[in-house]
């Protein structure tokens, strides 16, 4: 049924990217989304809406957040949801056009906007005031020592143990990608506290920031913008760092070295919340090169659980996925809106292959090859690699029509692509057993 998925949420129809506004509230996940309603292509951005009760299956719940305002007039850009006193809040970048691209009035004509960050409403978590119940916490930033008034956005709030909290993306003369906190008593105002930043190494820009403690250590996620130079992969890419923060100052330790939160390099904006059990639970977007054969483009990836452990960022198969395929089967017939998972260890040289998915192990390392299944691309989007396993070689892997993720070891890398094609039989080149386990 049109508006209903299972596992991976989908764009409607036309355009989708970043998560947003992930929260549990009121006895069901509410996800927004960033939604492009006219075409299947990015453009003057709205909030879409979706709801789940298990984060497994989703149901589309139309328009959340459109264009009303002077400050939002080009587009309500990503941002995030808490909860206080029964309302459920809003906070998200709006931004303004200073110079209309003539050629396409859903683009702007050389990065001349302005970014403010807005906070909304509503008693219910359907139901809000578009005309009316917009307010510009944040306005511009006018002193280019502390933030961009261009690039500032993706405000991720939480409460902390005496106020709220706010991270955004910004850059420090578009030479280095920049954290910025903010402080607040009521969520209307908010000071700034302090800014971080790790260099032009790390990205010209970072967006979608998101901090969290994790009973193993604090993590820090952000999407930094031309962080690779390799011309043959995607220049922005979503990685995460453990870190230490200070919440009376604000201050945060970020080491030099970072991981990829997905070694696959499709996914990007990730956003986290706390689930209904209270594990941390990170969804990201999928960035899919050409539109489907639905006329739509763009999905999540399936609930992961981040945990900090030992210096390390876990990213873990969310347990309502596995339980999701609870029923072992003999063969695969097809992959049908439910998908399947497959469950394999591998030894070196050793190989499993999805519907011309090529996943093997070479020496202490997993790698992918979707040449088959990636029409039209060659080079480096079509192999990746996870960096060296500590020990064994454990797989789940979640297959559906246009995506596979390949969680390795419970999380200690996931591997993750957008495909194209897949064809209904599975390989395995091994000494053990693949296992099917399909929706019970
Ligand atoms: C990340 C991003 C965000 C921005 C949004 C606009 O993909 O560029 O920084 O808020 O997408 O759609």
Known sequence: MKGQHRLHLKAPDNWINDPNGFIYY????????????????????????????????????????????????NGCFSGSAVEEEGKLYLVYTGVHYEVVNPEDPHTCLDDQFESCQILISSEDGFQF??????????PPIMDPGIGDRTHTRDPKVWRGKDGWYMV?????????????????????????????????????????????PTEGGDVLL???????????????????????????????????????????????APQTTLDKEGRRTMIAWVRMPKVTEGGWIGMFCSPRVVEAEGGHVYFRLHPNVRQAYSRKAADV??????????????????????????????????????????PGFTGAHLRSETPELRDGCHLEVIVDEHFIEVFVNDG?????????????????????????????
């Open 26 to 73: 009121k006895g069901q996940y509410h996800l927004f989304y960033q939604y492009f309603p006219y075409g299947p292509r990015w453009g003057t951005m709205h909030w879409g809406h979706a709801v789940s009760q298990d984060l497994v299956s989703w149901e589309h719940k139309g328009l959340a957040l459109y264009p009303t305002i002077h400050g939002d007039q």
């Open 412 to 440: 200690e890398y996931v591997i993750s692509n957008a495909v194209y094609g897949l064809k209904n039989e599975i390989r395995y080149q091994g000494s053990g057993e693949a296992e099917l386990w399909v929706a019970g």
């Open 168 to 212: 955004l993306g910004s850059t420090l003369g578009e030479k280095q990608g920049e954290l910025l906190f903010y402080r607040s008593e009521d969520l209307h105002h908010w000071t700034y506290v302090s800014q971080a930043t790790k260099g032009p190494a790390y990205g010209w820009m970072w967006e979608c920031p998101d901090y969290f």
């Open 222 to 268: 952000v999407s930094a913008m031309g962080l690779l130079t390799n011309e043959e992969k995607e220049k922005n890419q979503s990685i995460c760092f453990p870190v230490d923060f200070q919440e009376d100052t604000c201050r945060i330790q970020i080491p030099d070295e970072y991981q990829f939160v997905d070694y696959g390099m499709d996914l990007y």
């Open 333 to 374: 017939c097809e992959i049908g809106k439910d998908g399947y998972m497959v469950v394999v260890d591998l030894e070196d040289g050793e190989e499993l292959e999805i519907g011309g998915y090529r996943i093997f192990r070479e020496g202490n390392q997993v790698c992918t090859d979707r040449s088959r299944v990636y």
């Open 129 to 138: 005031d578009n005309q009316n119940g917009k307010e510009v916490v944040i």
